[in-house]
């Protein structure tokens, strides 16, 4: 026992101040004791941060997070489909918080980064309310912010319980995502877990992932209700005109609701989005 401490100790000491931590990709990532500037590149990511109480470690953001919070308005530096090199060396962060979303040129474009020593963390995507929880706790741990980390999750949890159905009433639900081409969830998402909770169920839960359905499909699966994205207004109207859809139940019953856009972002904020989804569902009056 005293010869494994003592060698642990030796450890610690050699990497200085700094610990190892595996990512969602596998990558072995050395991340300072001390994190006082950090790059968060994906919304979901940011909002956790934001909601630890850590808006000002936050040097830079991507584009859609700068909506986040008014402390961040003017940090949005890159797009969410890859890495701003240049923005990033420029800024110098202690560390940068990705996703696998960042890496459309595969996980070698974060070797420039490697060699000039800005740590990059890519973290996985939670595929469910309940894989929120680990998000909570890892960017926590990520930032030695255990006790804030700890806090939130624990309001996460408490409120999460509160909003979900214990009896489903599994009304039949259609998400659109995107209009031209129609973009929708199937299942294994988290989007349809969000569905689920709510007390819906995806009409193409049966199909796994994202999907581009044919209106023909959504014809034969008749929703009771169609959702869409607060940031997505415009489909409404187009779901309106569709001549083909005139007969699906939620368009004769004029069923169709915006939802907070939230809703496609696996963070603690998406509770906002579950609580609406779940009152429209559940109240007779709608």
Request: glycine share 6%; charged share 30%; hydrophobic share 35%.
């Amino acid at each position: 026992m005293l010869k494994k401490i003592f060698m642990l100790n030796i450890v610690v000491f050699s990497i200085g101040y700094s610990r190892i931590l595996v990512d969602g990709i596998g990558r072995k990532v050395e991340i300072p004791e001390k994190v006082e500037k950090i790059i968060s590149t994906v919304p979901s990511n940011t909002e956790i941060i934001v909601d630890m109480g850590l808006v000002n470690v936050l040097v830079g953001v991507d584009s859609y997070s700068e909506k986040i919070s008014k402390e961040l308005e003017g940090k949005g530096i890159l797009n969410t489909d890859r890495l701003n090199e240049e923005k990033i060396m420029e800024l110098m962060p202690d560390l940068v918080i990705t996703s696998q979303h960042n890496l459309s040129k595969g996980k070698e474009s974060l070797n420039v980064f490697d060699e000039v020593g800005i740590p990059v963390y890519v973290m996985k995507t939670p595929n469910s309310l309940e894989e929120v929880k680990n998000s909570i706790e890892e960017i926590g741990n990520l930032l030695n912010e255990k006790k804030k980390s700890d806090k939130l999750k624990e309001n996460y949890v408490k409120e999460l319980e509160k909003l979900r159905l214990q009896n489903k009433n599994e009304k039949r639900v259609y998400f659109e995502i995107l209009n031209n081409p129609i973009y929708t969830t199937g299942g294994k998402t988290f989007l349809n877990d969000v569905i689920e909770n709510a007390g819906g169920k995806n009409i193409f839960e049966d199909q796994e992932g994202w999907i581009s359905p044919t209106l023909e499909s959504v014809i034969e699966r008749n929703p009771e209700f169609i959702f869409v994205g607060e940031d997505r207004k415009e489909i409404v109207k187009d779901i309106k005109n569709r001549l083909e859809w005139q007969e699906i139940d939620a368009v004769k019953t004029g069923k169709i609701y915006f939802i907070d856009e939230g809703i496609n972002r696996p963070s603690t904020r998406v509770l906002k989005s579950l609580k609406q989804m779940k009152e429209v569902l559940s109240n007779d009056k709608f």
